[in-house]
Protein backbone atom coordinates (compact mmCIF):
# COMPACT_ATOMS: atom_id res chain seq x y z
CA UNK A 1 0.00 0.00 0.00
CA UNK A 2 1.42 3.30 -1.33
CA UNK A 3 0.98 6.43 0.99
CA UNK A 4 0.80 9.88 -0.41
CA UNK A 5 0.87 13.31 1.60
CA UNK A 6 0.79 16.67 -0.47
CA UNK A 7 2.17 19.82 0.91
CA UNK A 8 2.85 23.24 0.32
CA UNK A 9 -0.54 24.74 -1.13
CA UNK A 10 -1.65 28.17 -0.52
CA UNK A 11 -2.19 31.24 -1.75
CA UNK A 12 -0.64 33.54 -4.07
CA UNK A 13 -0.48 36.20 -6.68
CA UNK A 14 -0.30 36.23 -10.51
CA UNK A 15 3.71 36.15 -11.00
CA UNK A 16 4.17 34.15 -7.26
CA UNK A 17 5.91 31.00 -7.43
CA UNK A 18 5.04 28.17 -4.65
CA UNK A 19 6.53 24.60 -4.24
CA UNK A 20 4.75 21.55 -3.41
CA UNK A 21 5.62 18.58 -2.00
CA UNK A 22 4.88 14.71 -2.40
CA UNK A 23 5.85 12.27 0.58
CA UNK A 24 5.77 9.16 -0.68
CA UNK A 25 5.50 5.43 1.85
CA UNK A 26 5.05 2.37 1.42
CA UNK A 27 5.71 -0.04 -1.69
CA UNK A 28 9.03 0.82 -3.83
CA UNK A 29 8.83 4.21 -4.87
CA UNK A 30 12.23 3.99 -6.87
CA UNK A 31 9.92 1.74 -9.73
CA UNK A 32 7.11 4.19 -10.02
CA UNK A 33 6.02 7.17 -11.71
CA UNK A 34 4.87 9.70 -9.72
CA UNK A 35 2.29 12.84 -11.08
CA UNK A 36 0.79 15.60 -9.88
CA UNK A 37 -2.75 16.22 -11.25
CA UNK A 38 -5.20 19.46 -11.01
CA UNK A 39 -8.99 19.65 -10.38
CA UNK A 40 -10.42 22.78 -10.53
CA UNK A 41 -13.59 24.08 -9.16
CA UNK A 42 -16.29 22.61 -11.99
CA UNK A 43 -13.37 20.98 -14.05
CA UNK A 44 -12.31 17.57 -14.73
CA UNK A 45 -9.03 16.48 -13.17
CA UNK A 46 -6.48 17.18 -15.52
CA UNK A 47 -2.46 16.29 -16.20
CA UNK A 48 0.20 18.45 -15.15
CA UNK A 49 3.62 16.90 -14.72
CA UNK A 50 4.73 13.67 -13.96
CA UNK A 51 8.37 11.94 -13.43
CA UNK A 52 9.72 8.24 -13.41
CA UNK A 53 11.84 7.97 -10.55
CA UNK A 54 13.97 5.56 -11.71
CA UNK A 55 15.54 7.67 -14.63
CA UNK A 56 14.02 10.82 -13.94
CA UNK A 57 12.33 11.18 -17.18
CA UNK A 58 9.40 13.98 -17.38
CA UNK A 59 6.42 15.22 -19.20
CA UNK A 60 4.59 18.37 -18.92
CA UNK A 61 1.14 19.35 -20.08
CA UNK A 62 1.58 22.15 -22.73
CA UNK A 63 0.15 24.95 -20.37
CA UNK A 64 2.94 24.62 -17.69
CA UNK A 65 5.92 24.23 -19.74
CA UNK A 66 8.52 26.65 -19.07
CA UNK A 67 6.87 27.65 -15.87
CA UNK A 68 6.13 24.15 -13.86
CA UNK A 69 9.41 22.10 -12.52
CA UNK A 70 9.23 18.50 -11.52
CA UNK A 71 11.57 16.91 -9.58
CA UNK A 72 12.41 14.23 -6.52
CA UNK A 73 14.69 13.80 -3.92
CA UNK A 74 16.42 10.55 -5.56
CA UNK A 75 18.12 9.59 -2.17
CA UNK A 76 14.55 9.83 -0.23
CA UNK A 77 10.80 9.63 -0.67
CA UNK A 78 9.85 12.87 -1.74
CA UNK A 79 8.91 14.44 -5.12
CA UNK A 80 8.22 18.31 -5.73
CA UNK A 81 6.40 20.91 -7.92
CA UNK A 82 8.45 24.02 -8.44
CA UNK A 83 5.66 26.53 -9.87
CA UNK A 84 6.64 29.53 -11.16
CA UNK A 85 4.82 32.50 -12.86
CA UNK A 86 1.49 31.52 -11.51
CA UNK A 87 -1.76 32.79 -13.12
CA UNK A 88 -5.40 32.17 -11.87
CA UNK A 89 -6.02 29.43 -13.96
CA UNK A 90 -3.63 27.62 -12.18
CA UNK A 91 -6.28 27.71 -9.29
CA UNK A 92 -6.97 23.98 -8.39
CA UNK A 93 -6.59 21.39 -6.07
CA UNK A 94 -3.49 19.61 -6.55
CA UNK A 95 -3.12 16.05 -6.00
CA UNK A 96 0.03 13.80 -6.51
CA UNK A 97 -0.46 10.15 -7.79
CA UNK A 98 1.71 7.34 -8.06
CA UNK A 99 1.58 4.83 -11.01
CA UNK A 100 3.44 1.62 -9.52
CA UNK A 101 2.88 -0.18 -12.85
CA UNK A 102 6.56 -0.25 -14.41
CA UNK A 103 6.74 1.63 -18.40
CA UNK A 104 6.09 4.92 -19.69
CA UNK A 105 5.38 8.24 -17.76
CA UNK A 106 1.37 8.45 -18.35
CA UNK A 107 -0.96 11.66 -18.36
CA UNK A 108 -3.94 9.68 -18.45
CA UNK A 109 -5.07 9.41 -14.13
CA UNK A 110 -6.44 6.25 -14.93
CA UNK A 111 -2.71 5.07 -14.74
CA UNK A 112 -2.49 6.12 -11.30
CA UNK A 113 -3.25 3.52 -8.85
CA UNK A 114 -2.64 5.53 -5.98
CA UNK A 115 -3.58 9.46 -5.14
CA UNK A 116 -3.21 11.79 -2.17
CA UNK A 117 -5.51 13.76 -0.40
CA UNK A 118 -4.71 16.57 -2.47
CA UNK A 119 -3.77 20.42 -1.78
CA UNK A 120 -5.06 23.47 -2.94
CA UNK A 121 -3.51 26.47 -4.73
CA UNK A 122 -5.20 29.58 -5.19
CA UNK A 123 -3.77 32.21 -7.45
CA UNK A 124 -5.33 35.90 -7.84
CA UNK A 125 -5.35 38.64 -10.13
Known amino acids: QVQLVESGGGLGQAGDSLTLSCEASGGTIRSYVLGWFRQAPGKEREFVAA????????EYRDSVKGRFTISRAYAGNTMYLQMNSLKPEDTAIYYCAADVTVGTVEASSEAYDYWGQGTQVTVSS
Open 51 to 58: IRWGDGSR
